[in-house]
């Protein structure tokens, strides 16, 4: 069965500073997506990105970037120089192609809240 | 492009009652899921729907049912309310079932069961 897991329950921070959330999961499908959210307090999961198991390329994106490592099994989120605007909740998830790619499995999320 | 609907946005319910939420998903798109999100137990998959058929369902008692209408809209129905039910209740849309790799979220519907 799929597994998320984000240990960091809380993050907190001072603006301008670099924060990376850890996510691991637990897959028997060789082929999968991974995801990274941001919940705001309005409830609305807004998409951050998505990663296939076939692309370990890292991304940056912005002030944003992602690490895929198949061989640890960790998709981990950096924000370089944080803002106030980014204190969310922020949740990893996985969907497999064997199951359905409409069914997301979430980690637990991590609260992050960067001070100004 | 309009996003995915949710209605009611809040709602509040006694226990033993029933109730029916709501979810217009993005023009075009064949594919929603439901999840609840409560404190203790995170963001959980409740089912999924794609033309008008159940694809997955996850672990909750059949108290919780769906259905997805020929435009795509979805409904979840709770019977027999009870205060554990209490959540917010998100919904998501795909491009398609079986390739979907990006899920859009509604606001959600918070339900409170007193």
């Known amino acids: 069965a799929q597994k998320v897991t984000q240990a960091q329950t809380e993050i907190s921070v001072v603006e301008k500073e670099d924060v990376t959330l850890d996510c691991v999961y637990e897959?028997?499908?060789?082929?999968?997506?991974l995801f990274w959210y941001k919940q705001p307090p309005s409830g609305e999961l807004v998409f951050l990105i998505r990663?296939?198991?076939?692309?370990?390329q890292n991304e940056i994106s912005g002030r944003y970037s992602w690490n895929f490592q198949k061989s640890t099994s960790s998709f981990n989120f950096t924000i370089t120089a944080s803002q106030v605007v980014d204190s969310a909740v922020y949740f990893c998830?996985?969907?497999?192609?064997?199951?359905?790619?409409?069914?997301?499995?979430f980690g637990q999320g991590t609260i992050l809240t960067v001070h100004p | 492009k309009a996003g995915v609907t949710q209605t009611p946005r809040y709602l509040i319910k006694t226990r033993g009652q029933q109730v029916t939420l709501s979810c217009s998903p993005i023009?075009?798109?064949?594919?929603v899921s439901w999840y609840q999100q409560t404190p203790g137990q995170g963001l959980q998959f409740l089912f999924e729907?794609?033309?008008?058929?159940?694809?997955n369902k996850g672990n909750f008692p059949g108290r919780f049912s769906g259905r997805q209408f020929s435009n795509s809209r979805s409904e979840m129905n709770v019977s027999t309310l009870e205060l554990g039910d209490s959540a917010l209740y998100l919904c998501a849309s795909g491009t398609e079932g079986s390739r979907s790799t990006e899920a859009f979220f509604g606001q959600g519907t918070r339900l409170t069961v007193v």
């Open positions: 729907y794609f033309s008008e058929t159940q694809r």
């Open positions: 990663r296939n198991s076939f692309d370990e």
């Open positions: 023009s075009g798109h064949r594919s």
């Open positions: 897959t028997r499908d060789t082929t999968y997506y």
């Open positions: 998830a996985l969907s497999e192609a064997q199951t359905s790619y409409g069914k997301l499995t």
